[in-house]
């Protein structure tokens, strides 16, 4: 299979194309480090201007969603401990969060003085989603690009969820732990638009409404939460104009007795499920569901060539597949 030679799309990716150096069209239009640089400054002014508006307007300064993974444990340490945020961390338990990343949650939000949440839906509910997930294409193509329709499942969920309990208490922040693969610079920081968000709600939440019915209603929002035009928070991704290094992500973390599970694959640090959602997608589109976001990371410089090719190109555990399959019911 061919693969850029510059980052490790493959030319299975969607949208893909190559140059006579066997370079794709991604790295082709990619500005350079130094724009980024320069990028990165703009939007850690802005994040510290809007600290200065809104740093202790509420109860709580943000709402993290707070995986227990070591990007957002990280997070969750520099919002704490560097920016001195009060902060609300909420988990959301997809019904298959490793034993250790349980462990890992209790001991950083502990060592960190955060308030935490555990959110838990009903899991026979997630399990017809997920189900679902493994035949059908219940999203668009274009979305699927990035994840596979499990994770999308998950992350619609969590993203409305803490949409809702924010609007609800009032907090000006909503944080994640996205790595810069995951969060493009320009879509690090942004206030919620209520507009945009009915049209970016329906694309999640009809699918999902199709498969689970009204049981999917009070992890969405209503039309009174749309009516709070005033207090739609900020979504913050501060690891994309934040510095960005897992050797110094990982020492930090471990200080805060954060331990690597070891039941999780390469491309994750909390969730089992995450193995069984990528080898249901290569198999059915033909690419990692990680392949974008470790791509982008090579291509601006936070991880080597060799090391995204071999997390891409690492088979899944089988027995933590099949654990998910028993508990899916696949078996």
């Avoid at 061919?2 to 991604?26: A, R």
């Avoid at 309990?165 to 790595?179: D, M, N, R, V």
């Avoid at 690419?287 to 690492?314: D, M, S, T």
Wanted: proline fraction near 4%; charged fraction near 25%.
């Amino acid at each position: 299979m061919k693969i850029c030679s510059n980052c490790v799309l493959p030319e299975t990716f969607p949208g893909i194309s190559f140059d006579s150096k066997g370079v794709c069209n991604f790295c082709q239009e990619f500005k350079g480090k130094e724009y980024l640089e320069k990028e990165k400054a703009k939007y850690l002014q802005k994040f510290q201007e809007l600290l200065g508006r809104f740093k202790n307007s509420s109860s709580y300064d943000a709402l993290m969603a707070y995986s227990g993974g070591k990007d957002s444990t990280y997070t969750l340490s520099l919002l704490k401990e560097k920016y001195d945020l009060k902060i609300l961390a909420l988990t959301f338990d997809n019904g298959f969060l490793s034993e250790q990343a349980f462990k890992n949650i209790r001991q950083v939000v502990e060592n960190l003085g955060v308030d935490h949440i555990f959110f838990k839906p009903d899991f026979s509910l997630l399990k017809k989603i997920f189900l679902t997930g493994t035949k059908d294409d219940i999203f668009s193509r274009k979305t699927l690009d990035r994840a596979s329709t499990i994770c999308t499942s998950c992350m619609g969920i969590v993203k409305f969820t803490t949409l809702r309990l924010a609007l609800e208490k009032k907090i000006p922040f909503i944080t994640y732990g996205w790595s810069p693969g995951q969060a493009p610079i320009s879509a690090s920081i942004f206030k919620n638009n209520p507009s945009m968000l009915k049209g970016m709600q329906n694309a999640i939440k009809e699918p999902l409404f199709r498969i689970a019915g009204e049981k999917i209603n009070p992890y969405f929002l209503e039309e009174r939460h749309f009516e709070q035009k005033e207090d739609f928070p900020y979504n913050i991704s501060p690891l994309a104009f934040l510095e960005y290094a897992e050797e110094k992500i990982f020492k930090k973390i471990e200080k805060l007795s954060w331990n690597m599970p070891v039941d999780t694959d390469s491309n994750s640090t909390n969730c089992l499920l995450n193995s069984f959602a990528n080898l249901v997608h290569k198999q059915r589109f033909g690419f990692h569901p990680y392949a974008f976001e470790l791509a982008k990371l090579v291509r601006e410089g936070y991880l080597e060539r060799e090391e995204a090719l071999k997390r891409l190109e690492q088979a899944e555990d089988q027995n933590t597949v099949e654990l998910v399959k028993k508990k899916l019911n696949l078996n």
